[in-house]
């Protein structure tokens, strides 16, 4: 069985976590904090972040990049990266897309203040949200939300004709803030569809069943029918 560090509302923890249960992979969950910044977490990965996956042979593979990238490799290649290499490059584009710019302009804004900052020691940043950080986030929340349900209208899913690490990317990402009910679905009905669509696999009902200490999600959160 394998291992896996992570923070249940991290999004790049999620996306490992959904690619787990599309492989069908039986998982220990070790819930870190990385602000906790413990020795033995960082004998895994001294970076001191999540997620960081051990194999049953022992392998440790730091970061939901190379994770994915390992899971690929070592379990079935075309479940989740397509055989083409045009396609492969578009997946690549979005996750990229999602775990750069989304994480930066949203999540950074919402997640990373509401909840990251909220349990970090002071020394570490924590304290109150900026509510700058907030506002921003929920502008720029809107703008992806759109760019998420153009992709949902021109193709089966976000990369392509398959299922793949784009979406899952996407949906650890805007699952993490919907936790939070920051997520305006009824502005866009693609968007809403095909979230519908991947809340509603068997791999996405772990992360339904999350709750963070003190800050209970909306009740939509886990409602399949929003």
């Excluded at 584009?93 to 994480?103: E, G, I, S, T």
């Excluded at 993490?176 to 009905?189: A, F, R």
């Excluded at 772990?206 to 409602?223: T, V």
Aim: net charge negative; glycine share 8%.
């Amino acid at each position: 069985m394998v291992t896996l560090y992570h923070f249940p509302l991290c999004p790049f923890s999620r996306t490992i976590r959904l690619a787990l249960g599309e492989y069908g992979l039986a998982a220990d969950f070790v819930e870190e904090h990385p602000w906790d910044r413990r020795e033995d977490f960082l004998l895994l990965n001294p970076a001191g972040t999540v997620p960081v996956l051990v194999d049953d042979d022992g392998t440790v593979v730091a970061g939901d990049g190379a994770i994915a990238e390992y899971l690929s490799e070592t379990r079935d290649p075309g479940l989740l990266m397509p055989e083409a290499p045009r396609d492969r490059a578009e997946v690549r584009r979005l996750v990229a897309w999602f775990d750069q710019k989304f994480n930066q302009e949203v999540s950074q804004n919402l997640v990373g203040e509401k909840i990251d900052r909220r349990f970090m020691p002071r020394e570490m940043g924590g304290g109150p949200p900026n509510a700058a950080a907030v506002r921003a986030g929920l502008a720029n929340v809107r703008h992806h939300l759109n760019y998420v349900g153009y992709l949902a209208r021109q193709r089966n899913w976000l990369a392509g004709e398959q299922l793949s690490y784009a979406d899952l990317a996407a949906a650890a990402h805007l699952s993490s803030v919907d936790y939070l009910g920051h997520v305006p679905w009824e502005e866009n009905m693609d968007a809403r569809n095909w979230y519908a669509r991947i809340k509603s696999r068997p791999s996405f009902r772990p992360l339904l069943c999350d709750q963070i200490r003190g800050m209970p999600p909306p009740a939509a959160y886990a409602d399949l029918d929003f």
